[in-house]
């Protein structure tokens, strides 16, 4: 949890400043700075240069070996989902600037959750959960298909999506999980029967919208310890499926695909899925992807799939 010393705030059509200092001088210095900061005009940030890509934790056939591997322990009846995670490690000869990556992400997913948090910056289209006074809703995605710049072809995509029994195991699999867990929670639970489609800038995904009525003055944060880590981020049964990544992903999520957002003292807040995003550090940044595997899963087509989630941090890394 990080607490900033200086959060401004837009919210319902209001905008508001808030400072936190150890006393009032402190505090009032804080203020001061920070209206002199936003008096000035902003700079235009640099993109980073020369931006070079490597092998994460695995190389792409040990990856590929872990998802058939893992496919095979689902045909097995070991488990019935679980969610595979890569890496992918960049150096660029300059050190980058977070407020480029945010311009760029912001502007190319607007529909997204744009974030930035001790270095760990992305764009998710998937919220966990957010509560506002007794309204309950989370988002689940599950199930992707790529874009494609025509039109025609990308509509075929898209109904082959709709149509994937495969990706709508995937995706039933995560309504369920996040239900149930909501469930303890909420009335009126509503839960949709069907999902819908939601169009990214470079994937498409099959998603569902659950809302409620909060029954039990749960916080943010306690709903989120109900909820994650979901079916979507990591499968299930979920026991069984942490152990299968720990035997099989190779590598250390750190806080990639863990809760991030904001939360107020009321219990009130966002905290979306950290997805789509990179651990930077510098010069360096660690992006990340992951796919949900089922019986039938191919692991060429969720190299691809990855590659495909990769793409909004690789562009967001490159010049415009």
């Known amino acids: 949890m990080t607490v900033p010393e200086v959060l401004l705030v837009r919210r319902d059509g209001?905008?508001?400043l808030s400072v936190v200092g150890a006393d009032r001088r402190s505090s009032?210095?804080?203020?001061?700075?920070?209206?002199?900061?936003?008096?000035?005009?902003?700079?235009?940030?640099?993109?980073?240069?020369d931006v070079r890509y490597a092998e994460g934790s695995l190389t792409v056939p040990q990856w590929q070996g872990a998802v058939a591997a893992a496919v095979r322990r689902i045909t097995d009846g070991e488990l019935?989902?679980?969610?595979?995670?890569?890496?992918?490690?960049?150096?660029?000869?300059?050190?980058?600037?977070?407020?480029?990556l945010l311009h760029r992400?912001?502007?190319?997913?607007?529909?997204?959750?744009?974030?930035?948090?001790?270095?760990?910056?992305?764009?998710?289209?998937?919220?966990?959960?957010?509560?506002?006074?007794?309204?309950?809703?989370?988002?689940?995605?599950?199930?992707?298909?790529?874009?494609s710049s025509d039109s025609s072809r990308d509509a075929t995509l898209a109904s082959a999506l709709?149509?994937?029994?495969?990706?709508?195991?995937?995706?039933?699999?995560?309504?369920?999980?996040?239900?149930?867990?909501?469930?303890?929670?909420?009335?009126?639970?509503a839960v949709p029967t069907s999902p819908s489609l939601l169009r990214l800038a470079n994937v498409q995904h099959l998603a569902t919208d659950i809302s409620g009525e909060l029954a039990d003055g749960s916080s943010v944060l306690a709903l989120a310890a109900s909820l994650h880590p979901t079916a979507a981020v990591c499968g299930t049964p979920t026991e069984r499926a942490l152990e299968v990544i720990r035997e099989l992903e190779g590598?250390?999520?750190?806080?990639?695909?863990?809760?991030?957002?904001?939360?107020?003292?009321?219990?009130?807040?966002?905290?979306?899925?950290?997805?789509?995003?990179?651990?930077?550090?510098?010069s360096s940044v660690r992006l990340f992807a992951g796919c949900g595997l089922v019986a039938g899963s191919d692991p060429e087509?969720?190299?691809a799939e990855s590659q495909a989630k990769l793409m909004a941090m690789r562009e967001a890394l490159e010049s415009a």
Not at 28 to 49: E, K
Not at 129 to 138: F, I, N, Y
Not at 259 to 280: K, M
């Open 162 to 189: 709709l149509a994937s029994a495969k990706d709508h195991q995937e995706h039933e699999y995560a309504v369920r999980s996040v239900a149930a867990a909501l469930a303890a929670h909420c009335t009126d639970l």
């Open 80 to 100: 019935d989902k679980v969610v595979l995670a890569r890496d992918v490690s960049v150096e660029c000869s300059t050190p980058v600037d977070v407020r480029y």
């Open 251 to 282: 590598m250390d999520r750190g806080r990639y695909a863990g809760p991030v957002g904001w939360f107020d003292a009321r219990g009130d807040g966002e905290l979306g899925i950290a997805l789509r995003c990179g651990a930077l550090s510098g």
């Open 105 to 147: 992400l912001a502007f190319s997913y607007p529909s997204c959750w744009t974030f930035v948090v001790d270095g760990l910056v992305g764009s998710t289209p998937e919220m966990l959960v957010r509560r506002l006074g007794s309204d309950v809703t989370s988002r689940v995605l599950a199930g992707t298909m790529r874009r």
């Open 301 to 303: 087509a969720e190299l």
């Open 28 to 49: 009032a210095a804080l203020l001061d700075r920070a209206l002199d900061d936003l008096g000035r005009p902003v700079a235009v940030p640099d993109a980073p240069r």
């Open 14 to 16: 209001r905008t508001w």
